[in-house]
């Protein structure tokens, strides 16, 4: 059975770091694609960043110098740390794994940008 098990996500002031974590089972880990997306209420899922295979990572504008994502394959685990967060921010955050052949997601877990 795979699972995607997000945490990390709460309420923060602006300014503020939070850290994601993604912790995956059930896969060949090293072998996926890993990436963040969020949603707000009524807007699509945003793809926010991505680490490859082989640790390349890739990130959107609207968050490029601000989040870095990671990934430590020893422990199954993506991670996102989210420096000089702002309101724009708020969103449920996903953790998607990313094959070929199958792409699977974590339940989100919710980011709050909020003084």
């Known amino acids: 059975q795979v699972q995607l098990v997000e945490s990390g996500g709460g309420l923060v002031q602006p300014g503020g770091s939070l850290r994601l974590s993604c912790a995956a089972s059930?896969?060949?880990?090293?072998?996926?694609?890993m990436n963040w997306y969020r949603q707000t209420p009524g807007k699509q899922r945003e793809l926010v960043a991505t680490i490859t295979r082989g640790l390349t990572t890739n990130y959107a504008d609207s968050v490029q110098g601000r989040f870095t994502i990671s990934r430590d394959n020893t422990k199954n685990t993506v991670y996102l740390q989210m420096n000089s967060l702002k309101p724009e921010d708020t969103a449920v955050y996903y953790c998607?794994?990313?094959?070929?052949?199958?792409?699977?997601w974590g339940q989100g877990t919710q980011v709050t940008v909020s003084s």
């Open positions: 059930g896969i060949s880990f090293r072998m996926y694609v």
């Open positions: 998607n794994a990313q094959s070929w052949a199958n792409n699977y």
